[in-house]
């Protein structure tokens, strides 16, 4: 197994610590602990990427797991966030709902023996993702309320991660093209 993908793996073995962690967000050790984790967790995310592309390690198997890894990452920390009542309902269900589409068509572009990498808007829909989860990390960790900025910041993320979906949905169409018709 490659760099990258031992990168990817420990970002998913990392996801467990950070939400057990964020479930004692009212402690002041564990918020921090946690936030400290995720920001190792995402920062797995660009070095990953970056030792794939500078040694020609890219694989398809690397290519599948890391979409996976960074699902995964985000989206348990921002149920957690939603739990501790941080987080709209909205902008949880847009995310949740855009991952299924955008693994829906991958996986029929499986079925077709296509692997389809991540494009430039799904990265910086996580990019976005991330920033959101810190952002509410510092909230959490210093007691700050800034409802108007994290209402923003989820509008922001929503606007990039509903995009996101809809430019895959869009630049995969010609996968469908004939189906219709069997």
């Known amino acids: 197994m490659n760099l990258p993908n031992k990168l990817t793996i420990l970002r998913i073995i990392l996801t467990f610590p950070v939400i ?10 564990f918020a921090i602990l946690s936030l400290v984790l995720f920001v190792i967790a995402s920062f797995t ?6 030792y794939a592309r500078k040694y020609n390690l890219i694989s398809d198997f690397g290519k599948f797991l890391d979409q996976i890894s960074d699902k995964f990452l985000i989206t348990a920390t921002l149920l957690m966030f ?10 949880l269900l ?16 499986a079925n077709k023996n296509v692997v389809i990498p991540a494009n430039y808007f799904g990265k910086l ?6 920033v959101l989860i810190i952002f509410l990390y510092f909230l959490l960790v210093f007691s700050i309320k800034a409802d108007l900025l994290s209402i923003l910041l989820q509008i922001i993320v929503g606007v990039l991660t509903a995009g996101s979906g809809i430019k895959y949905l869009l630049d995969s169409s010609n996968l469908f093209k ?5």
């Open 20 to 29: 057990l962690f964020l479930q004692f967000g009212n402690n002041l050790f």
């Open 45 to 50: 995310d660009y070095l990953d990427g970056y």
């Open 82 to 91: 939603f739990y501790l009542g941080m987080l709209n309902i909205w902008i």
């Open 94 to 109: 847009i995310v949740v709902l855009r991952d299924i589409l955008v693994s829906g068509i991958r996986m029929y572009a």
């Open 125 to 130: 829909k996580t990019v976005s993702q991330m």
């Open 178 to 182: 004939g189906d219709e018709q069997k």
